[in-house]
């Protein structure tokens, strides 16, 4: 059972800031530290801007010595396929072989709007997804010495070397997700290390789960070699209000939790989370703000009395 730190930059946080959350939660036991790859956020100021998702994982790199380090997720819309190539095998060199890379289609259309990014269809954009997941695997795997071609309705490559190569192989590990019952799921089973499932309750991530189990097995994919995780927000207190306030707020309003918000106890929060270990989800990502006075104390209790007895089980 893996506990991942997951932190959304476009919401406020400066690149310090997200430093030092990364070291806290490294020296706090967790698992890994993920960022959210946007540049607007859609409540709030977002002051002082975001930062660049590759661009922080790099610092990220060097800064930690220990925790996986990726993105949830990065938009395919948002990098070509060939120079996201390159960044990520950058830096996972720089990271010793710790990076992963969540990617998906993008879907905040104002964002792209606001960067000068293309938007196209939600068609369109699956497509770009499944050749970019083509394009990275060849890319990784062309052996030194040796070229590959792609030629595809979005993306086309002509005597591309693929370099660098990252340590990890034969790539880092690729996590695809959502709610789809279909598209997603299929690519995950062709070129995903894991699905992720955001912002689902229990009985939700049981059913995605045997679902995307049931796809690798349509695929001829052993179905346990792929981790199945989910997102939540998890607020842990002494008392009601100081869970509640130790939520991220610049997501959600603290008057009603949605599906996969929880505020309470420690021994509460070990009953909620164990609901979805029991399901059979091997990581977690508990989803902070991003600047370090605010939920103070939340990893901190977490740390200390959640996840001993979630990874004793």
């Not at 709610?179 to 995903?192: D, S, V």
Request: some cysteine.
């Amino acid at each position: 059972m893996e506990f991942c730190v997951f932190v959304g930059p476009n919401f406020g946080a400066t690149y310090e800031d997200l430093v030092h959350l990364a070291q806290r939660a490294e020296g706090l036991g967790f698992d890994g530290y993920f960022v959210s790859d946007h540049y607007a956020a859609w409540e709030g100021d977002g002051l002082p801007g975001p930062t660049d998702a590759w661009i922080t994982l790099a610092g990220l790199a060097r800064e930690t010595a220990r925790l996986r380090l990726g993105t949830l997720v990065t938009a395919v819309t948002f990098r070509h396929a060939g120079p996201l190539a390159v960044a990520v095998a950058q830096v996972d060199a720089m990271s010793g072989g710790r990076v992963e890379l969540g990617l998906g289609a993008g879907w905040l259309q104002g964002e792209h709007a606001a960067y000068g990014i293309p938007y196209p269809s939600l068609g369109e954009r699956f497509e770009l997804l499944g050749e970019t997941l083509d394009v990275l695997q060849k890319f990784w795997r062309t052996p030194v010495g040796s070229s590959f071609d792609h030629e595809g309705e979005r993306l086309r490559f002509q005597g591309s070397p693929g370099l660098p190569k990252p340590v990890q192989t034969p790539g880092p590990p690729i996590i695809l997700g959502g709610i789809g019952l279909n598209k997603t799921p299929r690519l995950a089973a062709l070129h995903a290390r894991e699905f992720n499932l955001p912002w689902a309750v229990a009985s939700d991530a049981a059913a995605m789960r045997e679902r995307v189990r049931a796809v690798c097995e349509e695929a001829g994919r052993d179905p346990d070699s792929m981790r199945f995780s989910v997102s939540v927000q998890l607020g842990v207190g002494r008392a009601e209000h100081e869970a509640r306030a130790r939520l991220d707020p610049a997501n959600y309003k603290l008057e009603t939790l949605p599906p996969a918000h929880f505020a309470g106890s420690p021994a509460q929060a070990v009953d909620w989370l164990g609901q979805y270990q029991a399901l059979g989800v091997e990581r977690f990502y508990i989803r902070n703000p991003p600047v370090p006075h605010a939920a103070r104390g939340n990893l901190e209790l977490i740390a200390a009395e959640v996840l001993p007895q979630l990874r004793g089980n």
